[in-house]
Nanobody, 112 residues
Framework: QVQLVESGGGLVQAGGSLRLSCAAS????????MGWYRQAPEKQRELVAT???????NYADFVKGRFTISRDNAENTLYLQMNSLKPEDTAVYYCHAQFYYWGQGTQVTVSS
C-alpha cells in the first residue's frame, strides 16, 4: 500500500506562484504514470498534468505554459509548480499514482 500526502497549497493573489508537493511512502520510480488532478466546488474532478517514468509530460490546455509537473525520485516526491495563477485555478488539488492511489488533497485559493 502506498500513502500519498500533498502539501504546499494556500492562498495567493492572481499572478502569484505555488509549488505543490506529493510525498509518497514508496518508490515513485515504480509508478509509470503519476499526475495531478483538481476539483472545484460543485465541479467534476479534472486532470491537470501527468508525468511518466520515461520522462514524458502532458498538460491540460488550461494550464499549459503556466504549470510544470516534475518528479524527484531520490525524495520520492511529485511536484506541481504553478505560476501565473488565476482565480479559476482555485480548487482542491490531488496527487495520483497509477493505478488507484490518491492523496487527500491540498486547497489552492487564488484571489483577485
Amino acid at each position: 500500500q502506498v500513502q500519498l500526502v500533498e502539501s504546499g497549497g494556500g492562498l495567493v493573489q492572481a499572478g502569484g506562484s505555488l509549488r505543490l508537493s506529493c510525498a509518497a511512502s514508496g518508490r515513485i520510480s515504480r509508478f509509470n504514470v503519476m499526475g495531478w488532478y483538481r476539483q472545484a466546488p460543485e465541479k467534476q474532478r479534472e486532470l491537470v498534468a501527468t508525468s511518466t517514468s520515461s520522462g514524458s509530460t502532458n498538460y491540460a490546455d488550461f494550464v499549459k505554459g503556466r504549470f510544470t509537473i516534475s518528479r524527484d525520485n531520490a525524495e520520492n516526491t511529485l511536484y506541481l509548480q504553478m505560476n501565473s495563477l488565476k482565480p479559476e485555478d482555485t480548487a482542491v488539488y490531488y496527487c495520483h499514482a497509477q493505478f488507484y492511489y490518491w492523496g487527500q488533497g491540498t486547497q489552492v485559493t487564488v484571489s483577485s
